[in-house]
């Protein structure tokens, strides 16, 4: 089975930048597509992006769309979030998640879930 942990969470003012790591154990992740959900506090958890088995065909939702780009290093078994011109409304626990397909679509149901991490986007 597949465990996730991600890493590279916190604060950073608006406007500014962070990125996320989804670290993969217990099994590769090149037989997986990947994807990065968030959470706020009192929403509904919304799918920001996805990334297919090889790296192609990555998927991203209109509010991150220009400003968030989703990579993965198959070796290293990571899937990394690279967060720029980072918004107040950014703010939330964002987490990873692995699903067995092959082209990745943030409208799956994802079977792996890591733990999540916070990230906080303030003045």
């Known amino acids: 089975q597949l465990q996730l942990a991600e890493s590279g969470g916190g604060l950073v003012q608006p406007g500014g930048s962070l990125e996320l790591s989804c670290t993969a154990s217990?099994?590769?992740?090149?037989?997986?597509?990947i994807a990065w959900f968030r959470q706020a506090s009192g929403k509904e958890r919304e799918g920001v992006a996805c990334?297919?088995?090889?790296?192609?065909?990555?998927e991203y939702s209109d509010s991150v769309k220009g400003r968030f780009t989703i990579s993965r290093n198959n070796f290293k078994n990571t899937v990394l979030l690279k967060m720029n011109a980072l918004r107040p409304e950014d703010t939330a626990v964002y987490y990873c998640?692995?699903?067995?397909?092959?082209?990745?679509?943030?409208?799956?149901?994802?079977?792996?879930w890591g733990q999540g991490i916070q990230v906080t986007v303030s003045s």
């Open positions: 990334i297919s088995k090889h790296g192609g065909y990555p």
């Open positions: 217990g099994s590769t992740i090149e037989n997986h597509i």
């Open positions: 998640a692995a699903d067995q397909r092959t082209f990745c679509d943030l409208a799956y149901e994802y079977t792996d």
